[in-house]
T-cell receptor
Framework: GENVEQHPSTLSVQEGDSAVIKCTYSDSASNYFPWYKQELGKRPQLIIDIRSNVGEKKDQRIAVTLNKTAKHFSLHITETQPEDSAVYFCAAPRDSGGGADGLTFGKGTHLIIQP | NAGVTQTPKFRILKIGQSMTLQCAQDMNHNYMYWYRQDPGMGLKLIYYSVGAGITDKGEVPNGYNVSRSTTEDFPLRLELAAPSQTSVYFC????????????FGQGTRLTVV
């Protein structure tokens, strides 16, 4: 099965600066990498995802990059704003061999935007 | 369009009691999942279903059971509740096999005392 490592566990940045969260995965056959944002007491919400046939994907202030050779992918948030404060989770398919379903999640990064 | 609906939102159980967490989705998704979220540990898959009548174990299935009699509903049953089952439970559904683009319910916060 897949193993996903995420770091850092906590990230504090000044408002307006950029934030980068990194994840590594173990299964080289994995082909889908989503990022979820979870505000305090709320449900996880998908904010961006990337498939293994592309190296980068952008959506306004957020972007995800994928390095298949190194088996890592990163979330980039530019011009951070107070509403970006939340816990962010990366994930990968639990079993890319198609024998199982669901996602394996990283342990999360608590992003704090300092005013 | 309600998406994924979970009930109840909060529950306190005594050790040894049983309960069912309800989950319903109205998006006609075949794939449904139950995750638990412990503080600082991310989400772990308990059980999943690829369609009505088909369920399978995830990473942490012990102490739980599920059923999937319809496409819409995927209840999670806790038998003989233990303190280790204190957690936040999320139900999710997806149109894709790997749980891609999964939509989550609002969660059930369960405390076992």
């Amino acid at each position: 099965g897949e193993n996903v490592e995420q770091h850092p566990s906590t990230l504090s940045v000044q408002e307006g600066d950029s934030a980068v969260i990194k994840c590594t995965y173990s299964d080289s056959a994995s082909n889908y990498f989503p990022w979820y944002k979870q505000e305090l007491g709320k449900r996880p919400q998908l904010i961006i995802d990337i498939r293994s046939n592309v190296g980068e994907k952008k959506d306004q202030r957020i972007a995800v990059t994928l390095n298949k050779t190194a088996k890592h992918f990163s979330l980039h948030i530019t011009e951070t704003q107070p509403e970006d404060s939340a816990v962010y989770f990366c994930a990968a398919p639990r079993d890319s061999g198609g024998g199982a379903d669901g996602l394996t999640f990283g342990k999360g990064t608590h992003l704090i935007i300092q005013p | 369009n309600a998406g994924v609906t979970q009930t109840p939102k909060f529950r306190i159980l005594k050790i040894g009691q049983s309960m069912t967490l309800q989950c319903a989705q109205d998006m006609n998704h075949n794939y449904m999942y139950w995750y638990r979220q412990d503080p600082g540990m991310g989400l772990k898959l308990i059980y999943y279903s690829v369609g009505a009548g088909i369920t399978d174990k995830g990473e942490v299935p012990n102490g739980y059971n599920v059923s999937r009699s319809t496409t819409e509903d995927f209840p999670l049953r806790l038998e003989l509740a233990a303190p280790s089952q204190t957690s936040v439970y999320f139900c999710a559904s997806s149109i894709h096999r790997e749980g891609t683009e999964a939509f989550f319910g609002q969660g059930t916060r369960l405390t076992v005392v």
